[in-house]
């Protein structure tokens, strides 16, 4: 069983800010890049930022200068560190450990959500 527990999600004004995490167990952790993906709605999940073990990261264009994530290896958390949200961030995020852009593990968790509106 794949533990993949997200949390920090909530209804935030647009300009807001919000930190999303994301637990998994240390087997996953330790030897895989992570990434938060988001699901808005009536579209499909995105690969929103990823980052590598090493700890050098990547971030869609659409979030880029505004999301930052972060990896805790004492907890063995991934973060996102959402500023500046608009609108258009509403969403389920995901987290997953990744391969590229691609999503390890078949099995996801619950998400949280993620809602962007005044």
């Known amino acids: 069983q794949v533990q993949l527990v997200e949390s920090g999600g909530g209804l935030v004004q647009p300009g807001g800010s919000l930190k999303l995490s994301c637990a998994t167990s240390?087997?996953?952790?330790?030897?895989?890049?992570m990434g938060w993906y988001r699901q808005a709605p009536g579209k499909q999940r995105e690969l929103v930022a990823a980052?590598?073990?090493?700890?050098?990261?990547n971030y869609a264009d659409s979030v880029k200068g505004r999301f930052t994530i972060s990896r805790d290896n004492a907890k063995n958390t991934v973060n996102l560190h959402m500023n500046s949200l608009k609108p258009e961030d509403t969403g389920v995020y995901y987290c997953?450990?990744?391969?590229?852009?691609?999503?390890?593990?078949?099995?996801w968790g619950q998400g949280t959500q993620v809602t962007v509106s005044s």
């Open positions: 980052i590598a073990t090493s700890g050098s990261t």
């Open positions: 997953n450990a990744v391969l590229g852009a691609v999503p390890l593990y078949d099995s």
């Open positions: 240390r087997s996953i952790f330790s030897i895989n890049a």
